[in-house]
């Protein structure tokens, strides 16, 4: 049975960019085997995240990850059953936020500053399909 998750977390510490890379690698070399698929979003010290798999091999991963200390004020957005993956193919996608419009999260949000504590689930979830369907998704 296919899940999909997403999450949000905040960083303990500042994330460099060489930081995020390791993290993206990391991710898109263990992912693989664990049959899970997703994209990340990293802004302001903000992580969104969207893990796609079985539901035992999604759910072992964000408990490692809401247990990792580099994380904090993990917070849980959606979890749902799916037919079918969004992120088929993508060991893990990269939010590319020199092409996120603004407009787009202001769409459906207060301000145009993107702040997955003050969305829905369901909001963040949609913003995330937009991000794919405009292309502020760097495959990988």
């Known amino acids: 049975m296919l ?3 997403m999450y949000a977390s905040r960083a303990v510490n500042p994330q460099s960019p060489e930081a995020l890379q390791a ?3 990391q991710s898109r ?7 899970i698929t997703g994209a990340l979003c990293h802004a302001n010290g903000v992580f969104v995240q969207v893990l796609e798999g079985g539901r035992m091999a999604v759910n072992r991963l964000y408990q490692r990850i809401a247990a990792d200390p580099r994380h904090t004020d993990v917070v849980l957005l959606s979890y749902t059953e799916v037919a079918e993956r969004r ?3 993508w060991s893990m996608g ?3 936020l ?3 419009n603004p407009a787009l999260v202001l769409k459906y949000s207060e301000t145009a500053t993107l702040d997955p504590y003050a969305l829905p689930g369901e909001a963040m979830a949609a913003l995330f ?3 794919l369907a405009t292309a502020a998704i760097i495959q990988s």
């Not at 070399?29 to 049959?35: H, K, W």
């Open 3 to 5: 899940v999909r998750l």
């Open 23 to 25: 993290l993206l690698h």
């Open 29 to 35: 070399s263990a992912n693989p085997a664990q049959g």
């Open 87 to 89: 992120f088929a193919g």
């Open 94 to 96: 990269q939010v590319n």
């Open 98 to 100: 020199a092409r996120l």
């Open 129 to 131: 399909d937009e991000m």
